[in-house]
């Protein structure tokens, strides 16, 4: 029994004396190896940023839902059947920003902006439904 009291004092000194030392700040940079004791850290904000920058697109609308499919069949005496098939599925709407237009009047001072049509992305069907889908397909 004096073993059980040990191990456990010891684990929470160390668990203890880990969160003492632990830095507080946010660590916001990435570090990779890129080659033999050399290293690129470059901060993870501006990566995001620089990505963004160049998907150039707007989230306009997402809808998720079910895409729902049934099949009947007629066959010999009683071999009929009839089968469904509920899929959760979403898609998003985007702008493409690269194709914004914008026009300046400057006796009137108004700014004239021409959106592109949206644009649809892809269907992603989740084949395991989340208990929220399960949850709107019982009601």
């Not at 507080?24 to 470059?42: I, P």
């Not at 993870?44 to 069949?73: C, D, M, Q, T």
């Amino acid at each position: 029994m004096h073993k059980w009291k040990l191990l456990v004092a010891t684990h929470l000194a160390a668990g203890f004396t880990d969160y003492a030392l632990a830095p507080r700040e946010q660590l916001e940079t990435e570090v990779k190896s890129t080659g033999f004791f050399t290293t690129d850290t470059k901060r993870i904000l501006a990566a995001a940023v620089v990505s963004l920058r160049v998907e150039n697109k707007l989230l306009i609308y997402s809808y998720k839902g079910f895409a729902a499919v049934s099949v009947e069949r007629d066959g010999f005496l009683f071999w009929n059947g009839r089968q469904d098939l509920i899929v959760p599925a979403g898609v998003s709407y985007f702008v493409d920003l690269s194709k914004l237009t914008a026009t300046f009047d400057e006796k009137a001072q108004v700014v004239t902006v021409q959106l592109p049509p949206l644009v649809m992305g892809d269907v992603a069907f989740e084949p395991c439904p989340s208990s929220e889908h399960l949850a709107q397909l019982a009601a």
